[in-house]
C-alpha cells in the first residue's frame, strides 16, 4: 500500500546513508588510486651475469658474516686466519671487486669502477663489467661466499623470513645436510679446537649457525618469527583504520574542511582530482544527514 511504501522509504534512504558513511574511508583512501591507473612500460631484457657463484647472494652473506662472525671474533682472538678457512677476507672471491666499487654522490644509482674509474647506470651492470674485464683481480682458487648461504638463511633473498610461502621453495633434508657439513667444516678450519679462544668461538658459531641446519628447526623459527609480528600488524590496522575514520568524520562534519583540502593539495600530499572527488562523497553524506551548508 501506499502507507506501507512511505513508511519503508525513510528506512531505505537510512541505510543508504549509512552504507555511504561506512564507505567514505575507503572512497578517500582508494581515491587515487582508481584516478591514476599503472602506466604500462615495456620491459627491456638486460645482459645477465654469467659466473656460477652469485654476487648478490654473495654480498648478503659477506654483510652478514663480516657482522656477526668475523668482526666479534678479530676482537676476541687477534692473528691471521688459519691457512684454508673460507671465511678469510683474502679469498673471498668477489671481495676485491667490492672494495673497488663505489655509488657516486648525488648521482642517483650510478656506479664507479675503482680499477679503471669506468661509471655505470646501476650496480648490476658494473658487476656485469668487474666480470668482463677485471677477473684477473680475483684470488686464485677464491671461495664463493654463496656457497654458505643457507648459514644465514639468505639464498632466497637478502633477508631470512621476507619471501612469501607460496614463492619459498621448499625445504629439503639433503640440501639442509650438505649445508649443516660444509658449515661445520668451515668453523673447524676458521676456530681450530687447539687454542681456547678459538674453541670458545667454534662452539659458540656451530650452535649458532651449523647445528640449526634442519628443515624442522627451520620451520619451528619461521613460525615463531610469524606469530611474533601478528600483534603488531594487528595494531597497526587498528591505528590505520580508526585515523581513517577520524578524518572522514572530520572532512564530513567540520565548517572548515574545504579548508583541509586546501592544505592537502598546496602540500603536495593529494592532487586535485582526489580533492574534488572526496568532496562529492562528502556533499552526498552529508545531505542525508541533513548537514548541508549550502
Known amino acids: 500500500s501506499a502507507a506501507s511504501r512511505d513508511a519503508a522509504r525513510p528506512r531505505g534512504a537510512g541505510m ?52 656477526d662472525v668475523l668482526r666479534p671474533a678479530q676482537k676476541a682472538a687477534s692473528g691471521e686466519w688459519p691457512r684454508g678457512c673460507p671465511f678469510d677476507p683474502a679469498v673471498d672471491l668477489w671481495g676485491r671487486h667490492e672494495r673497488q666499487k663505489s655509488r657516486k654522490r648525488g648521482s642517483g644509482s650510478q656506479w664507479a669502477c675503482g680499477i679503471c674509474g669506468k661509471v655505470f647506470k646501476s650496480e648490476h651492470y658494473i658487476d656485469l663489467h668487474m666480470e668482463r674485464k677485471h677477473m684477473n683481480e680475483t684470488p686464485r682458487g677464491g671461495v664463493c661466499l654463496a656457497d654458505y648461504c643457507e648459514m644465514f638463511e639468505v639464498c632466497q633473498g637478502d633477508t631470512k623470513f621476507k619471501r612469501r610461502k607460496d614463492t619459498e621453495p621448499d625445504c629439503d633434508n639433503q640440501t639442509m645436510l650438505q649445508a649443516r657439513q660444509k658449515c661445520e ?61 577520524v578524518f572522514s568524520l572530520v572532512v564530513c562534519c567540520v565548517d572548515y574542511s574545504d579548508d583541509i583540502f586546501q592544505f592537502l593539495v598546496e602540500s603536495g600530499i593529494v592532487t586535485a582530482g582526489f580533492v574534488k572527488k572526496a568532496t562529492k562523497a562528502r556533499n552526498e553524506v552529508r545531505k542525508p544527514l541533513g548537514l548541508d551548508r549550502t
Open 185 to 245: 667444516a668451515a668453523v673447524n678450519r676458521c676456530f681450530p679446537l687447539e687454542q681456547e679462544a678459538s674453541r670458545i668461538l667454534n662452539a659458540k658459531y656451530s650452535k649458532t649457525y651449523c647445528r640449526v641446519l634442519d628443515c624442522r628447526i627451520r620451520a619451528e623459527r619461521k613460525n615463531e618469527h610469524h606469530m611474533d609480528l601478528m600483534p603488531v600488524v594487528v595494531l597497526l590496522i587498528l591505528i590505520v583504520l580508526v585515523c581513517f575514520m
Open 16 to 67: 543508504a546513508t549509512l552504507r555511504r558513511v561506512a564507505l567514505l574511508p575507503l572512497t578517500l583512501f582508494l581515491g587515487p588510486a582508481v584516478a591514476a591507473p599503472p602506466r604500462s612500460q615495456e620491459v627491456i631484457p638486460r645482459t645477465e651475469l654469467s659466473h656460477p657463484c652469485s654476487r648478490t647472494v654473495s654480498r648478503s652473506v659477506r654483510r652478514l658474516l663480516e657482522k
